[in-house]
């Protein structure tokens, strides 16, 4: 049969290019003993023939499959959406393959970690946004490939991420900088893999009142189950029955934000004229809405660990300590400012104003 009708072969190749099968196999094998001439000849006549080396023969060669694995609690999210569109792009155009492991429940933890199906399938694992038992962790430094955390530090292991902790005092000093004094923090629980950046949220905030001097009124403090209206609406209710009412509110996530917005403006609290919100992430929504937030790229995060993951696979001798922060920045919008007046103060004013006519 002619190679048109089979699937080509290296020795098509070989014999297409003038040269034997095993310089075929080195030069597609990326072996610096072929030389610039022959090399190029043999990658024309690949190309002419449609050929490609197979992961599996490949890989009994090299010990590589040309695959990166990520392991994700969810692919509903702004975030995860970002970094994957970024990182495939980059390992796509380095000859590699994606393969994603999504485990979104327990059942499915188990079995990841029970049978490991990275260890045989990929040269290095992305974790994203996962809060690891000891057990866990420990499970993965023995996989045998680099394992790159993301979105997450995790001490003496490769990580990607934003200093959550700076990023939430930015927001809680900017609230303090307009003259707020009683400013919740408002978080979701109960989102799969994303604990981690709320905690860290939440220590930013509590460290930004410490150092302005603020005393920390827990009951400014209030949580709410992700993407649930009545949970927000009971959160917000929570806050604005208190004694004393917070003049700003500061919500770890651009969503949960644009929820407490929208719980406000029903009953008819004008933001930022009564109560401030301010956000964090920089979604596409916060520009819509013209919400002050906290910017982060998971965009960039996703390029910065697709890059950190293909250092480590081709340099064994490289720092697998190694930890790259981005930074986060300010966006101040329409949804914050100096707090108003309270009432009996306002009404003193106006009659002081009057008596001064």
């Not at 070989?14 to 040269?19: C, E, M, T």
């Not at 919740?184 to 109960?190: E, N, Q, R, S």
Request: net charge negative; charged share 20%; aromatic share 6%.
């Amino acid at each position: 049969m002619p190679p048109a009708q089979r699937h080509p072969t290296m020795a098509d190749v070989a014999q297409r290019a003038g040269v034997s099968t095993s310089t075929v196999s080195r030069t597609l094998r990326g072996l610096s003993t072929v030389s610039p001439e022959v090399r190029a000849r043999v990658e024309e006549a690949a190309r002419e023939l449609n050929f490609a080396v197979s992961r599996q023969a490949a890989s009994l060669v090299t010990g590589r499959t040309g695959t990166v694995a990520v392991l994700v609690p969810t692919l509903n999210s702004w975030f995860m959406g970002a970094a994957l569109s970024s990182l495939a792009p980059l390992l796509r155009a380095a000859g590699m393959d994606l393969n994603v492991y999504m485990v979104g429940d327990l059942a499915a933890r188990t079995a990841f970690f029970d049978r490991l199906p990275a260890r045989r399938n990929a040269d290095a694992l992305l974790v994203f946004c996962f809060d690891l038992t000891d057990e866990e962790t420990t499970r993965l430094d023995n996989i045998g490939m680099p394992v790159i955390y993301v979105s997450q530090h995790v001490e003496g292991r490769p990580s990607v991420y934003v200093d959550d902790v700076a990023g939430a005092c930015k927001a809680t000093r900017h609230l303090i900088n307009l003259g707020h004094r009683r400013i919740a923090f408002a978080y979701t629980v109960g989102v799969r893999g994303f604990s981690f950046s709320s905690r860290e949220r939440l220590l930013g905030y509590r460290q930004a009142l410490a150092e302005a001097g603020i005393p920390l009124d827990e009951d400014l403090v209030v949580t709410t189950p992700p993407r649930d209206k009545r949970g927000t609406t009971q959160a917000v209710g929570n806050l604005l029955s208190l004694r004393e009412p917070p003049t700003a509110i500061f919500a770890e996530q651009d969503e949960l934000a644009a929820s407490v917005i929208s719980t406000l403006r029903t009953v008819q609290i004008e933001v930022p004229e009564r109560i401030s919100v301010l956000g964090f992430d920089d979604q596409l929504m916060a520009e819509w809405l013209d919400l002050s937030t906290v910017a982060q790229s998971p965009s960039d995060i996703g390029r910065e660990a697709a890059e950190l993951a293909l250092e480590l696979i081709n340099d064994p001798e490289a720092d697998r300590g190694r930890h790259i922060v981005l930074p986060t920045h300010l966006i101040p919008r329409g949804t914050t400012a100096p707090p108003s007046a309270p009432q009996g103060e306002r009404q003193a004013n106006g009659h002081a104003e009057g008596r001064r006519v």
